[in-house]
């Protein structure tokens, strides 16, 4: 018997009402066995009114709590209240305060009070008087006690079962008095277990070979094959990044992108190797400070680290701290604990007992990252860690060793030479700051003009007597808007030493003065720009050194001198000038005279003594000394102990002594390419975020209502005490946490974790509410199956391809989806399980799947996100002018645009739109359960964008290139590509009758047909008929919309 | 599947079970409601009790200021500030409280009087800046509230605070919810539709698709973005080379062979899927329509303002936006983005200001010629405001202000809203609130109410919880600005 509830807020829930009586029934051991009559169940009808209606003032949090009741609790619920009565007398409904409240109609007596907003349904009132009246029943909640293995149920039908699972199933629909549905034909099924563990559906060929597989052992023979497959992995993950919120941006703010993807690469593999996931957990929450931690593990850990991050201008920095731990915590809740424990920042949580304590102390394993709150903007926030390639590392280590053995040589060739300290008592006094003029008459050593007589103009020496202030000539220069003179490649480039500063002379013309000068600096970037007057030239960010204004517009009618500071324009100490420009916006200026006061020594050496040497590495701070010798050329040299002496001696001799110069140079010509291409090769091995813990324990505190800036005690690291405590020899850190976890007593972390495997095959979990096992939430549909799966799962070593093994070989799984009047009626939800899941493709199996039929489907396991195109204008619909993820640029080739989905480059404030209309999330927090919804932008999606077009032209190439020779044919090729099956004779005929038409029309319209057939990245077959193919294309985008395709 | 969409469900399966095969699907779709049918108040989606009581407003257009408007510049008329130019925000004033980064290392907190004039306008007498000489216009329409503040002080967290009732990603947004609660009055639009136009400065704070998500809620909630350029609604178009017939003709065939997957398997999603793709089909036609101004006559185009006949420009959304309006869609959002002024006051508010005045002007007497301000609400305002001291350079001609979360200014028209008022009073500094502050969760409650509900009891259960958009903590109405 079924009742269905309908509570205030429009949820429906079906409540299994006790157990129908006298039905007889056959257990698994062949006993007969009679059951008792209609009992009220505590935990899955009574607890959840309570929690619903009552705990918000009657449960865990001390604060809220009213009349000192408590009702999440046996000693409470049964205590004495304070006037005296009781609020539940077991087997007198009468006298208990509860029923009685419940039933009154006095507002100021009945509860729930009616402010509260909640009402209780005439069914709920007589359920909770019922179950007073059979004694008050009282049980701990259910997913707080750790789960036990039952036995296997008794059964109508011994011979069903395929596995364990089905006895559980079988048995819930002898009570509803169901059957289960026959199985699934075998063509449904092969494409059905294809998806649930690949994502993409399966080849003719494969179906093929089941088919004709007549073994008993056929489909098991299949599963085995699919758990093998690269795409398991791929699979898998996907539904594993939704949870850990994946993404390749910050997420906040500036959105910019984020290096992360070997984490996402790290979870492929993880489900590809079959790491148990009591390992799998582990890894991602301490991976970091296992002993011997490896590369991978620390990888791992970036599924702390995933959480959105921000570095707006003017944030406070404790704020975004607390921010990013509060994600951690809330994210650990609802991944591993099925809870919201979130509600416990600000409060004690109102409905389960996780008090705010309880929260903070979980904050406190997750509040000690070695690294900076904010993003920096820059893809790797640290810490990180670099993942190189095998080739990568092997080239690195290669480089490394050649370098070793030319220092070595180097070291070898100085040790042969004496250098005679007395030089120094002899070297020169220290040089004094005086103008060194670099452009006077002509450009300077090795610098080129760069003219193109757009914006970049010939250099115009002009004599007197136009304006000079210098020399002979000046620069002479008239612009027609923003226009300029550019040299680069000086060489030897200016050597700028610490507050030196860069000067020119400039006369503006009176008649016509410009509206905006501005003097431009190349060092390895143009990124060094002062300007006077307006600010019309947009080149640089604005106040910043890569645009600073200094000031008005100078006099105009006489020589000026523009002074600028290189500190002001980022040109910092040893830094080298190479390039320079005087620009212009509008009128008629005379440039000369330009150069930088400075007293470092120019042309980097060779220094005949060590004094000379250390003048000139002070003045440029030391800036290309390895670190040690940077603070050591700052001080005075007298001030040097002997063995730095000796070093910076040693140093001196190998780099810049003009007496080994000779024998040194043509090793260091071997090795300075060498060194560039370590650092080359260095740029281009991946990282990825990682979680390192500090070298001291960061305190936390309770933080009242949550607030950063309202600090209440000092907590210590702790679980919730309502769970197991932490076993004795865990260390109290992330590692201990994590143990805790997977400890086989815990009541949780595998009920979750098996609810949501089963969610990726059934739809739906077990536990409908797969993000909340706590007291609000659904409570599981079969409890006992929940518990066997869990328990099970651990005793297997938390074999990950083992548990998907024994839920898709379950009779169960393998059910007809064939929905009959009877079983709408019964069991409209599918909870019970009486037919197989049906349900529509996630996002991304919808586009790998039209990929995939269509060939185009580019497989390659793991690498850096791709961006297959989009409709213009998302990114910068929304995002910050600085972003550099502002402007989204589509990637080319079908290696990049026909990867898999998961791939797609991930966006978080303008997620892919393919991905976005079909449900996918945001990625910008945890979800583990997707919604899956049906709407007319879906079927916009799917039947006009560029790539699903693609692909429907791709799979009429196919089909009419493999199809056959008549057309009848190609469609039964094509429809069976997409469906698994061969059409029947009615659908034959309606897709030759649409072909037919479309025929038509692309005959008579053979422009409108080349333009339907170039959609997408790649070329249509030019051997075939542009006509016959947009017609077929036509079909297959039809096919590819077929509802039995969208579904599986 | 909620028990009032499994009821809409059961009647369409009900007559497609009897009539599908034999009518044929163009006949189908022509019973499916109209939009003559929406606008006689019947929607379709909403929950069951919804509106809580009958609305003064069917719909509502909320004009989002993003970056924070600079209240004291255009509403919050402080002229004692003139005698206060550069000294330093008294102590007694900031109270300690808490400020950006990017000014709490600031040696002076020089006070910044706004440069710009302020008039008496219209029988309320509403003082309004000379930078919105259009708006100033309707004040004896508008009700302006000077009191509205936030708890966040940067961009990112107090635009999502504002738009979703959370600092942090992951909750729904308010069409979301009006869409949730309410349905749409017209299935061949999407309920909450949003438009983002070009602003003049081009540069300046972001924005995020999560403020028209539809975070917990089911997506098809979420906000539709309405594009000036490309499909006005994503994938709206038929691919190059395919007409409305051929793709009618690939629609027929497609429906008749889902249908038969309905008969074979009895899943209700397949009808619901034959359903959708009709309803994609009156949207190829009933968008463009929406997007056509050629038909509007010229009076009405010039209240708008010269930008109107600009695709992308404000005053062009906000036409759209009455033409929303009158189609029945639920809610319609416009993000004018640029106000996030730092420094450059001077330069750069009088062309935000330019960028929307006239539209502003446009959409609320266009709206009451229509007769649609009487059951439609408009919101204009941002995120935060502004802080009277100076951030940066201070002259008499120019100055910046920084982030200011305690007082900011918004204003309402049209249903639900008494027209004429001014609510609310800050201090001399449009510092710190004196009297009637109102919470943005305050505000967002008085939407909500305007529409019909009573925000405590339109929520939705997410981990056990009772969400909804106003927050657990003690907010309401603002009863005193309701008509």
Known sequence: MIRIFLTQRGCWFVLG??????????????RVQKQSVETVDFNKQIRPILSDACFACHGPDENTRKAKLRLDKREGAFARLRDGSLALIPGNAKASELVQRVFAHDPTEMMPPPKSGKKLTEEQKDLLKKWVEQGAAWSAHWAYVAPKKPALPAISQPAWPKNAIDYFILARLDREALKPSSEADKTTLIRRVTFDLTGLPPTVSEIDAFLADAAPEAYEKAVERLLASPRFGEHMARHWLDAARYGDTHGMHLDNYREMWPYRDWVI???????????????????????????????????????????????????????????????????????????????????????????????????????PAMDGNVPQHPPVIKVPTPEQASAYAKVEKEIGELQAQIAQAVAKVKYDPSADDKAPPPPKFAELIWIEDSLPAGAKAVVDNGVNLAWNFVGKPEPVHSGDKAIKLT??????????????????????????????????????????????????????????????????????????????????????????????????????????HGGTAFWDKNGIVTKTPQGNGPFDTLTAWLQYQKSVNGAALPKPFQELVKQDPKKHNDDQKKQLLKYFLETAYSGTRDLVAPLKRKLDPLQKEKES??????????????????????????????????????????????????????????????????????????????????????????????????????????????????????????????????????????????????????????????????????????????????????????????????????????????????????????????????KRTASPPQMNALDAPSRESCIVRRERTNTPLQALLLMNEQQFVEAARALAERALKNGGKSNDDRLRFLFRLATARLPEAEEQTELQALLQDQLRRFQADAKAAQQLINVGETRPDDALNPSELAAWTLVANLVLNLDEVVSR | MHLHEQKTLLTRRHFFARGALGLGLPALASLWPSTAQAQEGRAVGGLPGMPHFTPKAKRAIYLFMNGGPSQMDLWDYKPHMNEWFDRDLPESIRRGQRLTTMTSGQARFPLAPSKFRFARHGQSGTWVSELLPWTARLVDDLCVVKTVYTEAINHDPAVTYICTGSQIPGRASLGSWLSYGLGTMNENLPAFVVM????????????????????????????????????????????????????????????????????????????ARIAQYEMAFRMQTSVPDLMDFSREPRNVLDLYGPEVNRPGTFSASCLLARRLAERGVRFIQIFHRGWDQHGNVAGDLPIQCRDVDHGCYGLITDLKRLGLLEDTLVIWGGEFGRTIYCQGALTRENYGRDHHPRCFSIWMAGAGIKPGLVYGETDDFSYNIVENPVHINDMNATILHCLGIDHRRLTYRVQGLDMRLTGVEDHGPVRAILA
Request: net charge neutral; with cysteine.
């Open chain 1, 17 to 30: 009402l006790g157990i129908l009586g006298a039905l007889l029934q056959v257990r698994a051991d062949g």
């Open chain 1, 269 to 371: 593999n993880a489900f590809n190797k079959n790491l148990p996931f009591d390992r799998f957990v582990t890894e991602q929450i301490a991976g970091d400070i296992l002993p011997g931690a490896t590369l991978e593990q620390q990888i791992a850990t970036g599924f702390l680290r995933c959480h959105v991050t921000t570095n707006e201008g003017g944030s406070i920095d404790e704020e975004v701290y607390v921010r990013n731990v509060v994600d951690r915590v809330d994210t650990n809740g609802m991944v591993f604990f099925g809870l919201s424990v979130g509600c416990a920042r600000c409060h004690d949580h109102r409905y389960d007992p996780i008090s705010s304590k309880d929260y903070y102390g979980m904050f406190a394993f997750f509040n000690n990252l070695d690294g």
């Open chain 1, 479 to 584: 612009a027609q808007a923003l226009q300029q003179v550019v040299l680069q490649e000086a060489n030897p480039p200016l050597t700028v030493g610490a507050g030196d500063k860069l000067f020119a002379f400039v006369y503006l013309d009176p008649a016509n003065p410009p509206k905006q000068i501005m003097l431009q600096w190349h060092t390895s970037n143009w990124l060094h720009r002062a300007y006077w007057g307006e600010d019309l030239i947009p080149w640089g960010r604005a106040n910043s050194t890569e645009r600073r204004r200094i000031g008005d517009l100078p006099a105009t009618g006489q020589w000026v001198k523009l002074e600028v500071p290189a500190a002001q324009v980022g040109i910092k100490p040893g830094m080298a000038i190479n390039g320079w420009a005087c620009t212009q």
């Open chain 1, 681 to 906: 090769l260095d740029k281009q091995i991946p990282t990825t975020l990682i979680f390192k813990e500090r070298k001291d324990e960061r305190p936390a505190f309770l933080l009242k209502r949550g607030e950063y800036d309202q600090r209440g005690d000092k907590v210590e690291r702790g679980i919730p005490s309502f769970l197991p405590p932490l076993p004795d020899k865990a260390p109290r850190n992330r590692l201990g946490f994590a143990q805790w976890l997977v400890q086989p007593d815990h009541p949780l972390t595998a009920r979750v974790a098996v609810n949501r495997f089963w969610q990726q095959c059934f739809g739906t979990g077990l536990v409908k509410t797969s993000e909340d096992f706590g007291s609000q939430g659904e409570p599981p549909s079969h409890p006992e199956l929940l518990d066997w799966l869990a328990v099970s799962f651990m005793e297997d070593g938390w074999n990950v391809k083992n548990l998907m093994k024994r839920i898709v070989t379950s009779a169960t799984y393998r059910q007809s989806a064939k929905i009959t009047k009877d079983r709408l009626a019964k069991d409209p939800d599918n909870r019970l399980l009486s037919r197989g899941p049906r349900f529509r493709l996630d996002a991304e199996m919808l586009r790998d799947q039209a990929l995939f039929v269509s060939g185009l489907l580019v497989e390659k396991v793991g690498g850096p996100s791709v961006k297959p195109p989009q409709p213009p204008g998302l990114w910068e619909a929304v995002a910050f002018t600085g972003s550099n993820t502002g402007v989204f640029k589509a990637d080319s080739g079908k290696e990049k645009v026909h990867r898999r989905s998961m791939y797609i480059f991930w």
């Open chain 2, 196 to 271: 983002t136009p070009t602003w003049t400065r081009n540069n300046d704070q972001a924005l995020y698709q999560r403020l028209w998500g539809s975070g917990f809620l089911p997506a098809r909630h979420q906000g539709v973005a309405l594009r000036s350029s490309g499909d006005p609604v994503l994938y709206l178009n038929n691919p190059p080379g395919v007409d409305a017939d051929a793709r009618r003709r690939m629609l027929d065939s497609l429906g008749r062979l889902n249908q038969r997957t309905f008969e074979q398997m009895g899943d209700p999603e397949t009808q």
